[in-house]
């Protein structure tokens, strides 16, 4: 049993950039002209002498939605490719579909609640908390076994990520920016239920013929495994009508004693 649980992250991460037939295109067309014969004859050459580098190892694809920090009601949906570093840390480049012609739209990088741990009080404010995500059974990794996919959430399970977006190329479900236009923003994680836009979710599980309420429900059983982490709270006042996700609690909130109930 334990041989197999070992095994089966390394399976998530050999088999999770297989793509299969769930082909996303990317939301926008950059503008500028066709590349000439050429710049193709220059692309091809680079393919068959350089290589791709450390882009080779980025085997793990998991799916998710991001909002900013600073501007919650901007989501979007973001592709993961992901090279898991060490035990500890990965880091992924963020796309807005999982075909040859996607937009890069930003980078994550994800590390554990023992990393976390060990950052400055004004770092943490950077990283956002994973369990949300995780429970809710938004965050997916698509064509994986079953089996393989819930031993690949088990091992994200209390961490953190900081993400930047540069390119909006969605606004929602519709086409966004056609450039990289102004600053990166800092994105966040949604930890409570009523966050994300339910287009968001609906569509992309229509298109990748998958059921985030089924997941959530699998990943029942990873609930005892959470503990309390920064950041779940938030977004809470951007969502006054939101609810919590039973095991996602915030650490002020886990810290702050109940009232002491009184009697005369």
Same mark, same amino acid.
Request: net charge negative; aromatic share 6%; hydrophobic share 35%.
């Given at each position: ?15 999770? +950039? ?31 002498? %350089? ?17 900013? #920090? ?7 949906? +973001? ?7 060490? =035990? ?49 059974? %938004? ?11 819930? =031993? ?53 599980? #229509? ?16 609930? =005892?495994?959470?503990?309390? %982490? ?35």
């Amino acid at each position: 049993m334990h041989r197999t649980r070992a095994a089966l992250p390394l399976l998530a991460l050999a088999l999770a +950039a297989c793509t299969g037939g769930d082909r996303v295109d990317p939301a926008v067309t950059p503008p500028g002209a066709d590349e000439s014969a050429r710049t193709s004859a220059l692309e091809a050459g680079a393919a068959l002498l %350089q290589g791709n580098g450390p882009l080779g190892k980025m085997d793990m694809y998991v799916v998710g939605f991001h909002p900013m #920090k600073d501007h919650p009601l901007q989501q979007m949906e +973001a592709h993961h490719f992901c090279r898991q570093v060490n =035990e500890d840390f990965a880091q992924c480049t963020l796309f807005d579909g999982n075909g040859a012609e996607a937009n890069l739209t930003g980078i994550e990088y994800i590390i554990s609640e023992t990393l976390y741990e060990s950052l400055p009080e004004d770092e943490r404010g950077y990283w956002h908390p994973h369990n949300g995500e995780i429970l809710s059974g %938004q965050l997916v990794a698509p064509n994986l076994p079953e089996a393989a996919e819930k =031993e690949l959430m088990r091992s994200k399970m209390n961490s953190y990520g900081k993400t930047w977006h540069t390119w909006h190329t969605r606004d929602g479900v519709q086409p966004g920016d056609r450039m990289p236009l102004g600053p990166a923003m800092l994105a966040w994680s949604f930890s409570r239920d009523g966050e994300v836009r339910p287009e968001l979710v609906d569509e992309r599980d #229509k298109r990748k013929d998958i059921s985030t309420d089924e997941r959530r429900r699998d990943r029942a059983d990873l609930v =005892e495994l959470a503990r309390p %982490q920064d950041g779940v709270n938030t977004l809470r006042r951007q969502f006054p009508r939101s609810q919590p996700i039973p095991g996602v609690v915030d650490k002020a909130e886990a810290a702050t004693p109940a009232p002491v109930a009184m009697f005369y």
